[in-house]
């Protein structure tokens, strides 16, 4: 198998099955309302994935971007990454969370120098013992962050750092890792906890930020994930933020949601004879045919013909890119707003920020992190690739960067690339 491909399932798709909480039950209470989508009067993009797509072996990236910047990320006693789980952009400030080695969440300037940390580990008020995922509260300026090991969402002013409250969303038989903040309320994805026959399961709830209360089941597992409930690490979480509506993407399903206050509707249907069905995603070796496993789940999928851990999304007014895997090659999903058309790539061909790029020689992997209306912010987690990639390959001469080269070494945090749109 290809070196980037290797890299590309050893990172992104680790899969993570949920050994928690075996001890609770799946009871929904009276006041849970349940609620699937609307159809939002039809009014979503679908994308052919067959006949009407072409092929291509690497998206060229100056077709998309006009330029890149590199921002190296300042290392102090309290800024030291292992991995960058998750990035936003949030008044010329970029809040990131490293979910796994320094579990924590840091605010660095928009040239990479750090600011502050937003809350510690530990047992007191404000601290967590770690932080699964965040969510930014724009209007405010508030930031939320899930302890997923106490199902606690903590509360920090970003300005300042300052610990203001917290929502225990603890309820019986379900966990959770994701949330999303819209309008005044959060949403958050639910796992179940066990298999007990019966239990209608769905994919999310939404709580009320000043009472903790469950207001909706929404998003019957069977109806939109094929009956699948077992969490697929990416890297990414389920949730993307935008500056309108949020997105909601799990791994295998066909349709993008858009997440409003009031409603969940398609966004996006993906449509091919290659896509995953419910079959695809049961445990082959279980007799009993509702048993699902993420680790067989995950070595079927690679070995099939089909479209599936679908990760992330860009939109522009210009184009969508999605990306996915087909059988165990990265894919890159293009679509043309204009022309009304698909082309799936293999790989990034990226002429933007090196001189030369060759796929086969690069060693440098981008992986996306978040994007807003003027570019897309990317990380290389591995310095060394970047390091070894400069020395063979040399900086394209546009690529704008405050800093020396040199700084860059084994020991710096994870580089971060902002690639600003044409």
């Given amino acids: 198998m290809n070196k980037k491909i290797c890299c590309v399932l050893l990172k992104v798709y680790a899969l993570l099955i949920i050994t928690s909480f075996l001890s609770c039950n799946n009871k929904t209470t009276n006041e849970d309302i349940t609620e699937n989508f609307s159809n939002n009067n039809g ?3 679908t994308f052919l994935l067959d006949d009407e797509s072409e092929k ?21 006693d309290s800024s030291l990454i292992g991995k960058i789980s998750k990035l936003e952009e949030f008044d010329n400030k970029l809040i ?21 940390r937003i809350g510690n580990l530990g047992e007191g008020p404000g601290e967590y013992s770690r932080i699964s995922d965040f969510t930014i509260d724009r209007d405010n300026g508030n930031i939320y962050a899930l302890d997923d090991n106490r199902q606690v969402v903590n509360i920090y002013r970003l300005s300042d750092g300052m610990f203001l409250d917290k929502i225990n969303i603890r ?60 969490m697929v690490f990416t890297g990414k979480g389920v949730f993307f933020s935008r500056e309108k509506d949020p997105l909601y993407l799990q791994a295998y399903m066909d349709t993008i949601l858009s997440l409003s206050r009031d409603q969940v509707s398609p966004h996006i249907v993906l449509k091919s004879e290659y896509l995953t069905v419910k079959e695809d995603l049961l445990n082959n070796n279980s ?68 001189k030369f790029f060759d796929f086969k020689k690069n060693k440098t992997n ?25 020395n063979q390959c040399g900086l394209n001469e546009g690529v704008n960067y405050n800093f020396d080269l040199s700084e860059i070494n084994l020991e710096s945090n994870p580089m971060i690339i902002y690639y600003e749109f044409m």
């Avoid at 969370?97 to 600011?115: E, P, T, W």
């Avoid at 239990?199 to 469950?214: P, Q, V, Y």
């Fill in 43 to 45: 009014d979503y993009l």
């Fill in 56 to 76: 291509n072996e690497g998206l060229i990236m100056s077709s998309l971007f006009r330029s890149a910047k590199p921002i190296l990320l300042e290392i102090t």
């Fill in 96 to 116: 990131i969370l490293d979910s796994f080695i320094a579990k924590s969440i840091f605010v660095f300037d928009m040239d990479g120098h750090f600011l502050r």
């Fill in 171 to 230: 309820k019986d038989g379900l966990v959770s890792f994701n949330i999303q903040y819209v309008d005044g309320q959060l949403y958050i994805d639910n796992y179940y906890t066990n298999n007990k026959k019966g239990i209608t399961k769905f994919m999310l709830r939404t709580i009320d930020i000043n009472t903790g209360k469950t207001n909706k089941l929404l998003l019957n597992v069977d109806d939109y994930n094929k009956g699948y409930n077992e």
């Fill in 287 to 354: 007799k009993d045919r509702r048993n699902y496993n993420s680790a067989s789940t995950f070595d079927n999928l690679i070995q099939s013909n089909k479209f599936h851990s679908f990760e992330y999304l860009i939109e522009t007014d210009e184009f969508i890119l999605i990306q996915c895997l087909f059988k165990n090659l990265f894919q890159l999903l293009y679509y043309d707003k204009k022309e009304n058309k698909t082309t799936v790539y293999n790989f990034f061909n990226d002429d933007v920020l090196f």
């Fill in 366 to 390: 981008i992986d996306y992190l978040f994007d807003t209306s003027k570019g897309v912010y990317f990380v290389i987690q591995r310095t060394s690739d970047f390091i070894n990639d400069i």
